[in-house]
Structures are given as structure tokens and as C-alpha cells.
């Protein structure tokens, strides 16, 4: 299986900032990697696919970018409602696999 | 909207079958292009595919778990299923159904926590 590995694990930031978030995977994956937002409780949401798609809904303060075997999620200028867990999941492969989470939490 | 829908027990002894159906709402199991999967969450961890299941009723299963997978659609009833048997303390988790367009889950159920435990 593919390994996706973000970093960092946790990060600190307030309202405002500008909060990149880094998945890396074990080989190359071209663009097929999709980004979702959990908050404590409920089920993960679309945000990005494609590396670099936003998702119907999804606010343009999300941006992602990368290709092959490195990708970023950004926030431009993070919100209260930002505040959640991060993952990001290959789909370039028969078993499709996550990363093991970033969470954005309040600094 | 679609809507997903999680039920089945909350509580599984250990080497028996959890079972979970998922029943989709605001449109049916049939229409597009899309297809239906189960996700599975440790508690405190990341998130793990465990299976697919198209309209015609091919399915797609993790290598991991293929030999306890199980998964049924019935489009009567819009709905589809998941068996996985011999379960143990590692099968503890929430278990999710998404809608699955080309391997992107856009539509979740709320989620249901399955515990293996005597």
C-alpha cells in the first residue's frame, strides 16, 4: 500500500494566519489526492481533490497544490470555524489510503 | 441531498460477524456514476477504506480484510451492507458509509461506533 505521511502532527495557529499543511507519499501518486476537514464527532468533509480542485462549497480560502509525491493544503487566513483535523487520501491505487491527521487547533 | 444512514449493533463479541447496513435517502442507490463505500475510524486515529461496492454489484475490497468482507447492495431497498467476520479488539471502531464518486468520498453517513468486546 501507498503511505501518506503529513506533517506537522498538530499545529497552533490563530485567526487569520496562513497555515500550510504538508502530505507526502511513499511513491508517486501524479495528482490523485483529495484533502478533508473533520471536526471531533462527525465525518470528514471534501475539501480538495485532484491536488488542486476546491470542492463545490468548499470556501476559496482552501487552496492545495503538489504533484508526484509532494502536496500542500493551505488556509490563506484561517477561521474560527478552520479549527479541525486534516487528512489527506490517495486514490491513485486499488486500496485507497489516508494520512494519519493533522490538527489545527487554536495557538 | 443524499443523505447516508449507519445502524446496525453498537456491540460485537469477539469472533463473530459485525453486521452494518447503510441506507441512502434523497436519491437513488442507482443513479449516476457513483459508487458506495465503507470507511473505518479508530477511536483517537486515521481513517481506513475498507471496501467498495458498484450498482452492479462488483466490489472492490481492502486487501487487508478481503478474506472476513462481505458487501451487498440491494437497490430494491436502497440500501447496501457490510459483513466482516472473526472480529476482534482491532475491529473497534466507527464505522462509516460514503457515497464514492471515481474514489472521492463527497457524501458521509454520520457514523456508527462498532465495539468487539465480550
Known amino acids: 500500500d501507498i503511505q501518506m505521511t503529513q506533517s506537522p502532527s498538530t499545529l497552533s495557529a490563530s485567526v487569520g494566519d496562513r497555515v500550510t499543511i504538508t502530505c507526502r507519499a511513499s511513491?508517486?501518486?501524479?495528482?490523485?489526492l483529495a484533502w478533508y476537514q473533520q471536526k471531533p464527532g462527525k465525518a470528514p468533509n471534501l475539501l480538495i481533490y485532484?491536488?488542486?480542485s476546491l470542492e463545490s462549497g468548499v470556501p476559496s480560502r482552501f487552496s492545495g497544490s503538489g504533484s508526484g509525491t509532494e502536496f500542500t493544503l493551505t488556509i490563506s487566513s484561517l477561521q474560527p470555524d478552520d479549527f479541525a483535523t486534516y487528512y489527506c487520501?490517495?486514490?491513485?491505487?486499488?486500496?485507497?489510503?489516508f494520512g494519519q491527521g493533522t490538527k489545527v487547533e487554536i495557538k | 441531498q443524499v443523505q447516508l444512514q449507519e445502524s446496525g449493533p453498537g456491540l460485537v463479541k469477539p469472533s463473530q460477524t459485525l453486521s452494518l447496513t447503510c441506507t441512502v435517502s434523497?436519491?437513488?442507490?442507482?443513479?449516476?456514476?457513483?459508487?458506495w463505500s465503507w470507511i473505518r475510524q479508530p477511536a483517537g486515529k486515521g481513517l481506513d477504506w475498507i471496501a467498495r461496492?458498484?450498482?452492479?454489484?462488483?466490489?472492490d475490497y481492502n486487501p487487508s480484510l478481503r478474506s472476513r468482507l462481505a458487501i451487498s447492495v440491494d437497490k430494491s431497498k436502497n440500501l447496501f451492507s457490510l459483513n466482516l467476520s472473526s472480529v476482534t479488539a482491532a475491529d473497534t471502531a466507527v464505522y462509516y458509509c460514503?457515497?464514492?464518486?471515481?474514489?472521492?468520498?463527497?457524501?458521509w453517513g454520520q457514523g456508527t461506533l462498532v465495539t468487539v468486546s465480550s
Open positions: 485532484k491536488a488542486s
Open positions: 460514503a457515497r464514492d464518486r471515481d474514489s472521492l468520498f463527497d457524501s
Open positions: 487520501q490517495q486514490y491513485s491505487t486499488y486500496t485507497k489510503t
Open positions: 434523497g436519491g437513488s442507490i442507482s443513479s449516476g456514476s457513483y459508487h
Open positions: 461496492i458498484y450498482t452492479s454489484g462488483s466490489v
Open positions: 511513491q508517486s501518486i501524479s495528482s490523485w
